[in-house]
């Protein structure tokens, strides 16, 4: 058997619903073609189904290439979707005190965050003090990030009014890490502090956030 003709005979036995080279008949004719006038003596006419065929490969290749590029969207948009839901403020509220911290890549002395407190309630964060005064308030938001989440807080104190403030906060059962930098820092990318970057680790005490401050001020 001739290679011109055992090709073509390979060719006609893919089934039809395959497009991406010509089908039985086409093979065919084209075999017959080539036994009677020469192998491609008709130049483009003899071509003809192998031109066909490329073009079907080729408008083959971009459906899956398109398919794929759907596929790849529509994963990253569930998995961005995933994402936002963790990042909900109200997951954070609840009364907090501070059990360790950073500042500047250095620990914190234990007793300065003694008796401090975190409460964060509907997107808002204020802390206390070991004598209850009011050290810190803010209102933030939250964004997915692949570390915990991103959040940007925006302080509502008096003297720093409108001042921002952007990290990194994430939670492990009743602990809250909260890294952020400073105004001249550098944005974290971790939970580890560099200079002008402040980390505060907090346990969550309860559920209830006080109303007043007299409720912050019970035992």
Not at 167 to 173: S, T, Y
Not at 196 to 201: A, C, N, P, T
Not at 210 to 216: A, G, K, T, V
Request: glycine letters at 6%; one cysteine or more.
């Amino acid at each position: 058997m001739s290679r011109p003709l055992f090709l073509y005979f390979c060719i006609s036995l893919i089934p039809r619903p395959y497009p991406l080279i010509p089908h039985r008949r086409e093979a065919w004719e084209l075999h017959y073609r080539v036994l009677g006038e020469g192998w491609l003596s008709e130049g483009r006419a003899a071509s003809e189904p192998v031109i066909h065929g490329r073009r079907n490969m080729l408008t083959a290749l971009l459906r899956v290439v398109s398919a794929c590029t759907v596929l790849s969207t529509a994963c990253l948009m569930a998995h961005a979707d995933d994402a936002t839901a963790k990042c909900d403020p109200a997951d954070f509220d609840g009364t907090y005190k501070i059990v360790s911290g950073e500042m500047d890549g250095k620990a914190i002395p234990p007793e300065r965050l003694h008796h401090v407190k975190a409460v964060f309630t509907a997107g808002s964060i204020v802390t206390f003090d070991k004598d209850e005064n009011q050290v810190y308030a803010a209102t933030f938001t939250l964004g997915p990030a692949k570390n915990g989440c991103h959040i940007n807080m925006t302080s509502q104190k008096p003297a720093k009014e409108g001042s921002s403030a952007s990290g990194l906060i994430k939670k492990d059962g009743d602990t809250v890490s909260l890294i952020y930098a400073l105004p001249s820092g550098e944005l974290p990318t971790s939970f580890k502090t560099h200079a002008k970057q402040h980390l505060f680790i907090m346990k969550k005490v309860t559920d209830a956030i006080p109303q007043n401050d007299q409720e912050l001020k019970k035992p």
